[in-house]
């Protein structure tokens, strides 16, 4: 992000005179880099960024996020189909765009739409033109029309990648009615936990002090709790939402740090399963689409693992691609990845051997949907086990820290007399 770029001052000589330029750069590195293109560098250090153009970048990146950020899906899927329809019906490219983005009432989509047909008029391919909202609009849509363009078939191409954001608009949609239940359950037992701790267990404390009981272990933790949510449940609250963007930062700016987290999310009960069937899916379903249009199969493994938003997947799926640059079956080269079982594997090379490659990945596409399907549609069940143990813990514990006392209570006021 600009926003967390470096400001560099460079001394140099160009054109036989001493001269002085700032550069914004990521490291010290780049920006002796950047600055060897002007002349003989003598000298690069980090100085302050003015808080003038550090405005300006914060304000370039709003409208940036607002202008290029990602359109709603349901009202793209809604125009790249009509822009495949009309594609087909014999329109121009550019009547396509103007309908579109007449139709739409998106403004981030009619954004992106009316800026291609600018570009378009103007003499860009489409791929140009969204190249510059890729971000927005996803490694799919870009490798969709890439497609389309280098194949002269981008109505079909428009058309398929309605249907692929569809279904995947739908598996999203999926996913979240699975992990609804289970998040209002954890929230309500959240909010019932905070309220125990931060109004009952100050009562029973007070009381248990003046009687000068010891208190059990359970009691303990929750006294121990309520104390640090009263002094410092800011800072708690601060802590976490500092290790969330930092987290996020990580994730954008560390690769090596993106790698191992996807490797540990993919490990995750559940969550990992549920992750790696829809990028396997979403994968073969984009794989078997470019080899039918005669993409070759170097380039197509190569869009389709761009595709892939799992660094750990994609890093796997590159190496595949390159031991088929290097004479290995696809099959083989697959294997290698460890990522697919033996029975994707084994239908990979009946169509190699049979020469219906293509038609096998579909086959194969269509597997992981019915899995991602099915374990989507049996979730909950799957979970239900792990949240009544976390519940049951939980109400032991508050159970426990409660009426604990209350038993001895007796025996407590006896004492005290």
Do not use: C
Request: charge should be positive.
């Amino acid at each position: 992000m600009l926003l967390f770029m470096k400001y560099y001052e460079a001394t140099l000589i160009a054109r036989g005179k001493r001269e002085v330029h700032n550069y914004m750069a990521a490291d010290r590195k780049e920006a002796m880099a950047i600055a060897q293109s002007g002349g003989m560098v003598i000298q690069v250090r980090e100085v302050g960024l003015p808080l003038s153009e550090r405005l300006v970048l914060i304000k370039d990146m709003l409208v940036n996020k607002i202008t290029h950020g990602a359109p709603r899906p349901q009202e793209w899927i809604v125009a790249m189909r009509q822009m495949g329809v009309m594609l087909q019906a014999g329109m121009s490219l550019s009547e396509a765009l103007g309908e579109s983005a007449n139709a739409t009432q998106d403004k981030r989509g009619k954004t992106i739409l009316l800026k291609a047909l600018e570009d378009v008029e103007a003499g860009f391919s489409l791929t140009a033109s969204f190249e510059k909202s890729k971000e927005g609009l996803g490694s799919i849509t870009m490798a969709l029309i890439t497609l389309g363009e280098k194949t002269g078939t981008l109505a079909e191409s428009l058309l398929k990648l309605a249907d692929m954001l569809e279904e995947l608009r739908l598996n999203q949609m999926k996913v979240k009615k699975a992990v609804r239940t289970p998040q209002i359950t954890l929230t309500a037992m959240a909010i019932a936990f905070v309220v125990l701790i931060m109004m009952v267990v100050p009562k029973f404390q007070s009381v248990f002090t003046k009687l000068g009981a010891d208190l059990p272990a359970p009691t303990q933790f929750l006294i121990g709790t309520e104390y640090m949510f009263r002094n410092y449940g800011v800072a708690i609250v601060a802590g976490i939402f500092l290790i969330y963007f930092a987290n996020n930062w990580m994730l954008r700016n560390r690769r090596n740090y993106r790698l191992w987290f996807d490797r540990i999310t993919l490990r995750i009960y559940l969550i990992g399963s549920l992750m790696s069937l829809g990028f396997y899916q979403r994968f073969m379903m984009i794989f078997s689409q470019l080899i039918t249009s005669g993409i070759p199969l170097t380039d197509a493994m190569a869009t389709a693992a761009g595709t892939i938003d799992n660094e750990h997947v994609k890093l796997k799926l590159a190496e595949a691609s390159r031991g088929i640059e290097q004479g290995k079956q696809l099959s083989t080269a697959l294997e290698e990845t460890t990522l697919f079982e033996p029975m994707v594997l084994q239908m990979i090379r009946s169509g190699e051997s049979s020469g219906e490659l293509d038609g096998m990945l579909s086959r194969v596409a269509d597997y992981y949907r019915m899995r991602f399907n099915n374990l989507v549609d049996n979730f909950a069940a799957l979970l239900e086990p792990i949240l009544m143990v976390f519940i049951a813990g939980l109400v032991l514990v508050m159970a426990l820290g409660i009426f604990l006392p209350m038993w001895s209570l007796g025996s407590a006021v006896k004492t005290k007399r």
